[in-house]
């Protein structure tokens, strides 16, 4: 059972390969540089013994699971806290550093959201002043915090939060109050029992006028001893679907002062006195969020890459029925319905991956941009993040329930670990904005791209300029190639907003009010959205695989193309009635698509294993029976089991208590 | 907080409601008595204060709640042996009765097994003398079973088991055998420590000749000390997405002895001297299969009303954005978005419910012509429950994610017992036979039945016979009726499966063999196969609602016809891509179509909480934060919070463990 031969089905499958895997390695990557970078980082990160476990974690209570998390995330902490120094922000970067999360603390750390959101706010939303004081006791873990918006009963309407932060001027504190059971802070990771800090959203009252929702950093625990400072309810929010050792919180506050300069100063500011003076713009908070958007879509490519090696692999080492009678039984990868299930998920952690990147340039471009004093494509960065973010989360968290479908009975298994990694991604198609909301934010600036195009405004922004092409009735034919297939999105995203768009006229006209006949209109509007979504990753899937086929080998970069193409092909298909009915396709030229779709499962099946092989998540990382590179999966799986400690016992003690009096009495 | 008011939404919401709700909650159920019976049985079990918990099991280790499991299980199993005696089996009591498990055990009971496959196939394999020597120990608990078929490297391919029963007529006894690490059995529910009998399926060995995969009943545990026998090697296999309780284990044996009568012998036997006599029919094994698949579609239809009602109530009760400025936030029902992601869940509920309960006599109706020496329609049947099964699993598992996705954060923590029911639907879509292997047992079937009209032959059995009508072009016009889009259901089942028989005969005249061509046609024959069970579920849900208004009140009987219509747009909207592919219908349809499903969610609105209070669940088995009659959502979530063992102390072990030295290196 301790062999360490690598299966010879995927011998086999890597010996077939056409391609060289390190230039794929490096693509992936991001430059044989970077490959490097995060292999050594990797490296170091897994020598160190004091992160690994005796017994697999989901044998353990929730509070222990709690401990060993916090004492993990200290030694991480402290890694990266030398790691990163002097490293440039590349694009990049952020996954793979991430990346390692899985390999170590396997589920969410308590200190994720000080590394995330309340560094970020610190950065993005104090002044100079306050950024000296706070920001390197944050990055030095003088303090630890979390940032703390949702309550109870606000999460998407954050003007409707009702936390209150009262100025009063004789003392020059804020009072913080938590006036009701639904205004409890609730959510916010780490808060539990892990921060000494959090950025609080609270309304803003001064003068006795509220202002809004303004930032406060607030110190809830005694850095010395924990305990929650007089003032200050906090506890854990209990049992989640994942996230089990984020720590999430709940806090309360009970006329908690807090110095003035807690407010969060760089957009607005309270005086001394209390003289409130606003933000010039609070636009530039968008930054931050699509920061994160960015983030949140490069997590999910690398959950649903994580989970495609796992069932490609699977897929060539599982053997199961008989094709032929008297033949040996196939390996299950040999079933066309099986590639259907797979090769359209390697397809789209690519696709992803590469938009996650894009949308990162095009954000460093923005930001320049404003830095020079121009906003004029904020609207639209704004709008592409919350649809990107919309759509890639919920692509891939379908991608990866269907990756743990295909594996059969050993896919429910936890060992696989593709049940945590589908309850991480789901979990993200509600966090940083639920998902419908934010395709109906991009919906309301199609409406308006819309309705500028209307009144003959043909200065549109890059990523919506096709609209143009769709504004009046159009002769172009159907084609069958990648192009065509793009066109024919792109006039389904036209005529889906059009549609949508004279839907909420027709109600308007009707007598409704305006935001009546949004609301009526809104099943269409979130529907135009992801149309539109749609277009811009198979645009830029294409474009950028055809940019990078200039530099790459033959081999590699023809294989990236049948990718594109079978990205562009399913899809095609599976919104084959849109494109019926908005596009110019006849009825005819479904089959041709269909067969298509058919011949690149076969073209991709000799690289599969070779494509996942690609993505190159070490062992470790992807915490896998079924997905190791060695595809000892039966081995594995009982060598996992052996580790129950109830497995430990030949007889457990519920044999002796209850179900032997049970069968006694049975016996009279 | 410990105010016993209802919400007042709730209240709002059920005064507006036009029909009688007693009268939907004995349609549900099956009739008055049926619903008084089933309040009296979860009288008696919510009376049990030993089945109740302290602590949430979510907070305790595996170990901890395996061994809570077993103690309520015991509680649980004597109170049903005296409630089943002298019950007759209706068609809606497996359910309900079953149904009492999300209000005590929770999660999935370690006598899941026992209760369900071991007495079936006792009941279905054994000869009389058999069964009189089992039957009654196994219902008594004399003896705990399980069943035990699955091996490590085999689920889906029953012929390629491992565990070999080699006969050895010296001693007249079977020696069994894991002669390989993959032969271990893998899965069966209760194996790890809780059962000490199971049936087991093995390769039968005599005379030395293999005569396939034979059924036997095995003790592998000491009845006093429950010590595994030696030469007995099992254990549990470990933490899964769900079913944690379920104590799923693995088997193997070396030269394991158990006597000749231990096979089980209704269709083949073995005599003293090792001549194997072989079986007149397995077909008639069949049944036991049909009646499991029949309870799953049960199940599957149970959890999804429990996800509707959760949603609905929680949806009625949150109040989230702005529709119009100043005015108060509205209820998230109103918001049509929202209104989308559920209806169609209740709708769905019904559906389900309905059809389950159609196969149900349909199956005792074939049970009976067999009983008669016809087994005509056992081919139908079979091919009915493979599909069902299949699609019903799939619809409710979307549609409980679409309800827990529909409470944003909050649908994400397990209080809301939403998470369970998704992981428990799901597992559905694997066990008892894979879904997609399931739809290909059905496309052979319509396969089949297509060669059969292409030879001329008009004798079809009930549930193909439409597809006579579509053997030769017909000039049907679409209508957007009912009886209009389940025609055009009609139309899409036939044009797939005479797409998909093309396509194989296509493959076949190429020169691949049938084999081949099975597969390359498959993903087609999988889309033929939903495609024809969306019309058997069409049908029949609209048939028996059609039905059932002859006797129930209009008021209630014109809600039920709301909901067959919003199913039957819903589906012809999710498929209008086939329906223009295959129907008659033209793209200005469509915007009917889009129009009536809205008009439709509005019609419901009113009634969305009446209909799901009339699935009837008591607030202990629906076990939700978020879904209570009461609606006091917020209280819910915090007492339950309250509970964690974490939030029992202000500051955890693991502060002074590892944060603070951490801090203090940090400050150097
Ligand atoms: C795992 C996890 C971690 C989290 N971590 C943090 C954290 O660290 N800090 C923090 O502050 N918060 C955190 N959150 C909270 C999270 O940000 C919110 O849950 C999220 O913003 C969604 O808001 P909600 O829960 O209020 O959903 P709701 O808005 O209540 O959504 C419920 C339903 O209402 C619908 N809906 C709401 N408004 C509209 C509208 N205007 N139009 C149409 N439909 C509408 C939604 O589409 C959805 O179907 C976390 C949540 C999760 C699940
Ligand atoms: C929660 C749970 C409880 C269970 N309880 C029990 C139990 O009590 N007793 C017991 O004996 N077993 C039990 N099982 C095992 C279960 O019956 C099997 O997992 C199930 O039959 C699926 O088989 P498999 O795991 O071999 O899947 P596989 O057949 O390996 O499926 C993997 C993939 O291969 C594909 N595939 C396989 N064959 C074909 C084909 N011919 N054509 C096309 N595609 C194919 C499938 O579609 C799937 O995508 C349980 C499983 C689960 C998840």
New interface residues.
């Given amino acids: 059972?301790t062999s360490t031969k690598v299966n010879v089905d995927l011998v086999r499958e890597r010996a077939k390969c056409t391609f060289d895997l390190k230039e794929l390695i490096h693509f992936v990557d991001g430059g044989e540089e970077i490959t490097s970078e995060r292999k050594a980082f990797e490296e170091t990160v897994l020598a160190i013994k004091e992160l690994k476990d005796d017994i697999?974690e989901?044998?353990?209570?929730?509070?222990?699971r709690?401990?060993i998390a916090?004492?993990k995330a200290?030694i991480l902490?402290?890694l990266r806290l030398r790691h990163d120094q002097n490293k440039p922000l590349l694009p990049e970067r952020p996954t793979y550093v991430y990346n390692i999360l899985p390999a170590t603390i396997k589920d969410i750390s308590p200190f994720y959201l000080h590394e995330t959101m309340f560094l970020a706010t610190i950065w993005g939303l104090m002044n100079d002043e306050q950024k000296a004081e706070w920001l390197s006791k944050a990055l030095?873990?003088?303090v630890?915090g979390t940032y703390a918006q949702?309550e109870?009963?606000?999460?998407?309407?954050l003007?409707?939060l009702e936390t209150t932060a009262t100025y009063d001027p004789e003392t020059e504190e804020f009072i913080l109050n938590t006036p009701t059971?639904?205004a409890?802070k609730?959510?916010p990771g780490g808060l539990?029992?892990?921060v000494n800090h959090c950025i609080i959203l609270a309304q803003l009252y001064t003068q006795g006028k509220c202002h809004g929702i303004q930032p406060f950093i607030v110190q809830i625990r005694d850095?010395e001893?924990?305990?929650?400072l007089p003032g200050v309810h906090v506890?854990?929010?209990?049992?989640?679907?994942?996230?089990q050792t984020a720590n999430n919180g709940?806090l309360g506050f009970k006329n908690f002062r807090i110095p003035r300069k807690n407010m969060l100063m760089k957009n607005s500011e309270v005086k001394k006195d209390g003289t409130y003076v606003s933000s010039k713009s609070d636009r530039l908070t968008y930054g931050t969020m699509v920061v994160v958007r960015v983030n949140i879509v490069n997590d999910a490519a690398m959950q649903l890459s994580a989970a495609a090696i796992i069932a490609v692999r699977y897929s060539a080492v599982r053997?199961?029925?008989?094709?032929?009678?008297n033949e040996p039984?196939p390996q299950i990868l040999?079933?066309?319905?099986?590639q259907?299930k797979l090769f359209i998920n390697i397809a789209t952690g690519h696709a992803i991956r590469i938009v996650g990147r894009w949308l990162w340039k095009t954000m460093l471009g923005v930001i320049q941009k404003i830095l020079e004093g121009n906003l004029d494509q904020l609207p639209e960065l704004h709008a592409l993040s919350c649809c990107l973010k919309a759509v890639c989360t919920q692509d891939c968290t379908a991608g990866i329930?269907q990756c743990r479908?295909a594996c059969?009975?050993h896919?429910?298994?936890?060992?696989s670990n593709l049940?945590l990694l589908?309850?991480h991604t789901?979990?993200a198609?509600?966090?940083e904005g639920?998902?419908?909301?934010l395709l109906?934010q991009t919906a309301r600036y199609l409406l308006k791209t819309w309705t500028q195009i209307l009144e003959g405004d043909t200065k549109l922004n890059p990523t919506v300029l096709y609209l143009l092409n769709f504004a009046k009735p159009t002769d172009y034919r159907w084609e069958n190639t990648n192009q065509g297939i793009i066109k024919g999105f792109q006039a389904v995203a036209a005529g889906k907003i059009k549609t949508a768009y004279d839907t909420a006229s027709k109600h308007v006209s009707a007598g409704k009010?305006q935001?009546?006949a949004w609301?009526?209109a809104?099943?269409?509007l979130?529907e135009a959205s992801e149309a539109h979504c749609r277009v811009i990753i198979c645009e830029v899937f294409s474009n950028e695989i055809q940019c990078a086929s200039n530099t790459l080998s033959p081999n590699l970069s023809k294989v990236l193309q049948q990718l594109v193409e079978l990205y562009l092909v399913h899809w095609a298909l599976e919104?084959?009635?849109?494109?019926?009915?908005y596009s110019t396709i006849s009825?005819d030229d479904?089959p041709a698509l269909?067969d298509r779709y058919?011949e690149l499962l076969a073209l991709i099946r000799p690289n599969a294993v070779g494509l996942v092989d690609g993505f190159d998540f070490r062992d470790e990382v992807l915490n896998s029976t079924l997905g190791a590179y060695d595809g000892r999966v039966?081995?594995r799986?009982?060598e996992?089991?052996?580790?129950?400690?109830?497995?430990a016992e030949?007889?457990?003690?519920?044999?002796?208590?209850?179900?032997?009096p049970?069968?006694e009495?049975?016996?009279l």
């Fill in positions: 059972m697999p989901d044998y353990l209570s929730h509070k222990e709690y401990e916090v004492r200290c902490r402290e030095d873990m003088k630890i949702t109870l009963g606000h999460g998407t309407f003007r409707g059971l639904t409890y609730w959510w539990g029992h892990t850095l001893t924990h305990i929650p506890g854990e929010i209990g049992p989640k679907m994942g996230f709940f053997h199961q029925s008989q094709l032929k009678p039984e040999d079933y066309v319905t099986q259907r329930e479908l059969g009975g896919g429910y298994m936890n060992s049940p589908y309850s789901t979990a198609m509600t966090y639920e998902n419908t909301v109906l009010s935001e009546e609301n009526l809104s099943i269409q979130v919104k084959k009635g849109d494109i019926l009915l009825k479904i269909r058919e039966y081995e799986l009982m996992e089991a052996l580790k129950s400690p109830l497995n030949p007889v457990n003690s519920s044999f002796h208590k209850y179900i032997k049970f069968m009495k049975a016996k």
